[in-house]
């Protein structure tokens, strides 16, 4: 009998332990679920879901921004560039006018106005008896020779006895004369040049150049330097 009565007892300790573990571990997962949705209760409160949606808004501006300043980066570009692009017009229409009023002045289609040269080519004195004339009077070649140097040395305008003349001009010698694209003129010979005057002066002077070449010839050669000289335009035959 006792030891039936210590196998119920030994039962029953059983049985309660089974009862206590039982209701411990229920407490534990209803502790624990508990705990668990609130923490996501905490998680999902409304402060932080705030904070969340300005911190995406935030990087969301930021990016924007960017593009904003990149794309006013580009337009400033193509501001610059088509601001040089006008400048670079400007000079070249400048630059292309410029070279059509020297062209113009070239071809003598328009009066010529500045500083400039004169010179005078008068016939030597000889003795007609005893020397050939045809040593001391002025050719066409001595007028030729003063009118090229005056081109090459940049003149803007040039004029022989007052009639202007162009790249086209037929200067040719008759006896005495001269004749300008038709015009009879006698000596002295005065052609007038406008441009820098130094340089006109200086290209005719050098050594063993124009100037000592017609000296040569027994050509009585004057170099004035003008301050201002108004040359005409060419004559309108028509």
Known sequence: MKKVSKGRKDRGRYVLYAIVFLVLGF???FSYRTLGKDKVDVAQTPSLQKEEQYREELIAQKERNKELTDEIFMKQNEIREFEQSISENENNHAGLVEEAKNLRLLLGVIPAIGPGVRITLKDGDYDPVEQNPNEYIVHE????????????????GIAINGQRISANSNIKCTGPVIKIDGRTYPAPFVIEAVGDSEVLTTSLQLRGGVIDGLVHDNIVVSVEQLKELKLPALRNES
């Open 27 to 29: 407490i534990f997962a």
């Open 141 to 156: 070649s001595h007028v030729l020779q003063v009118v090229n140097e005056l081109k090459i040395s940049g003149a803007q």
